[in-house]
């Protein structure tokens, strides 16, 4: 049973473009929604992390959307750059309980 | 401060052997949680110990065992190797649990199983 429902596999976007990367989840005990980036060979580096009791958080360049009422989170790279070329997971938890991530969703930003 | 680190980088096996990957958590931490990420895919809970005992586990069979020391790092057993316990394993640190608490992740290891 897949909990976190990531979309899309894979996203090609052009330098400066604004890739979005959308999740779903399932589970609405869920109250702590994180987004972590991963490169080859490395393991997953946390990015930006948002709580339902607000609609949006910015942290530089990323923003994470989130609509409670749909279950559904985005994450959005403004001013996108070939550094960010990356595999992106969104990832839920339940209180102090584990992680359960996304199948992941390969960006390329092309120069 | 250092970070989550993990060893061995890389692991070749065949199927019925037995292997043990090693984490040391970062500086402070007293939690650490075990993943197996299979290709093209997202980390799958294993388990977690906090404070030297097992403290929650995901939908993984009894030959996955593991470990924590007193001095917070952890090992990861997994007998009877099958073909498909080929991945990537991650290993996570934070502080006082998990989810809520930021995790950081080791490079992991990846273990292929022939």
């Known amino acids: 049973q897949q909990q976190v429902k990531q979309s899309p596999q894979s996203l090609i976007v052009q330098k400066g473009g604004i890739p979005i990367i959308n999740c779903a989840y399932e589970n609405t005990a869920f109250d702590y929604f994180p987004w972590y980036q991963q490169f080859p060979g490395k393991g997953p580096a946390l990015l930006i992390a948002?709580?339902?009791?607000?609609s949006e958080k910015k942290e530089g360049r990323f923003t994470i959307s989130f609509n409670k009422s749909a279950k559904q989170f985005s994450l959005h790279i403004m001013d996108s750059q070939p550094g960010d070329s990356a595999t992106y997971f969104c990832?839920?938890?339940?209180?102090?309980?584990?992680?359960?991530f996304g199948k992941g969703t390969m960006l390329l930003v092309s120069p | 401060e250092t970070g989550v680190t993990q060893s061995p980088t890389h692991l070749i096996k065949t199927r019925g052997q037995q292997v043990t990957l090693r984490c040391s958590s970062q500086?402070?931490?007293?939690?650490v949680s075990w993943y197996q990420q299979a290709l093209g895919q997202g980390p799958q809970f294993i388990f977690q110990?906090?404070?030297?005992?097992?403290?929650g586990r995901g939908n993984f069979p009894p030959r996955f065992s593991g470990l924590q020391f007193p001095n917070y790092s952890s090992e990861l057993n997994v007998n009877a190797l099958e073909l498909d316990d080929s991945a990537l394993y991650l290993c996570a640190s934070s502080l006082d649990g998990a989810g809520t608490d930021t995790q950081y992740f080791g490079p992991g290891t990846r273990l292929t199983v022939l």
């Open positions: 948002i709580r339902p009791d607000v």
């Open positions: 110990y906090y404070r030297e005992e097992e403290n």
């Open positions: 990832a839920a938890s339940e209180g102090y309980s584990t992680l359960t």
């Open positions: 500086s402070g931490h007293n939690t």
